[in-house]
């Protein structure tokens, strides 16, 4: 069984070679993951959570513009640059080839595996550690997710208010009696071991979540965790000005700049 005090297995992989097309401008100039949030760019506040919480093996797989990316992180983290490793797996690489080429740098029985366009505030190493004693093959992180749309609420088949913006943790699903449907929030912990044995059907994969997680449910032992604290996925230019305008959404932008002050005191 992993040693769940090493700091040396805590191992985490940012999906970061994406062009972010739903950016428009932004997107052409420059990789999502380097979109700046409050002054600060997405990508900083990951791997600065990321080393806050002790990894000390952090994977990136570099696609488009990936010298943007390299010459960030030997700018802002050349203190931890030997803690980090920057892979190129080509610009038009599907996700699960990706993966594919970056499993033989993964030493550990365990890892994080995340998309790089979300900012969070995150105990990793305590949910990793739980994942590892639990012997998960997968532990998915669950969100909350604002529907932007406007929303009738009924009580006792009586309507009781309209609301739009609406924060809701899952859903009801037409058609299917006890199930609840869970927002993902792309970040997941997956047993290394595992995806080694499917490295085949990974990179082969044009939908690696689609294709691998259902084999994984389907025969393995698999956990939930529900995300309390800051989650904000950054998706589209909305997403952008959401968190960077104080009028826009005042709650989500006072938070994020509480983290950055937070992650800024523990700079590398």
């Known amino acids: 069984m992993e040693n769940l005090n090493s700091q040396n297995n805590r191992t985490a992989v940012i999906l970061c070679g994406g062009k972010g097309t739903r950016l428009g401008d932004i997107g052409k100039k420059i990789p999502k993951t380097l979109v700046k949030i409050q002054g600060k760019e997405i990508l900083w506040f990951i791997i600065s959570s990321l080393l806050k919480n002790n990894f000390q093996n952090i994977i990136l797989p570099l696609g488009y513009k990936s010298e943007k990316i390299k010459k960030f992180i030997k700018k802002q ?36 595996l995340m998309n790089g366009d979300a900012i969070f505030n995150l105990n990793l190493k305590s949910i990793l550690s739980k994942h590892i004693k639990d012997r998960s093959f997968v532990t998915f992180l669950i969100g909350t997710i604002t529907n932007p749309y406007g929303t009738i609420g009924v009580k006792k088949n009586k309507v009781i208010d309209f609301k739009r913006n609406l924060v809701y943790e899952s859903i009801n699903v037409r058609n299917y009696s006890n199930y609840k449907a869970y927002s993902y929030s792309g970040i997941s912990i997956l047993n290394t071991n595992f995806l080694k044995q499917k490295k ?52 989500k932008y006072l938070k994020l700049k509480k983290l950055k002050k937070n992650l800024k005191e523990h700079e590398y």
């Open 77 to 112: 983290f050349k203190k931890k640059i030997n803690n980090i490793k920057l892979v190129n797996t080509g610009t038009n690489t599907n996700i699960g080839k990706r993966i594919s080429l970056i499993l033989p740098h993964i030493k550990s029985d365990n890892f994080v």
């Open 200 to 251: 085949k059907i990974i990179s082969k994969s044009k939908n690696f979540e689609q294709d691998l997680y259902p084999l994984i449910i389907k025969k393995n032992k698999v956990n939930l965790f529900k995300i309390r604290s800051i989650w904000h996925s950054v998706d589209n230019i909305k997403d952008i000005i959401s968190v960077n305008s104080n009028k826009q959404d005042k709650q």
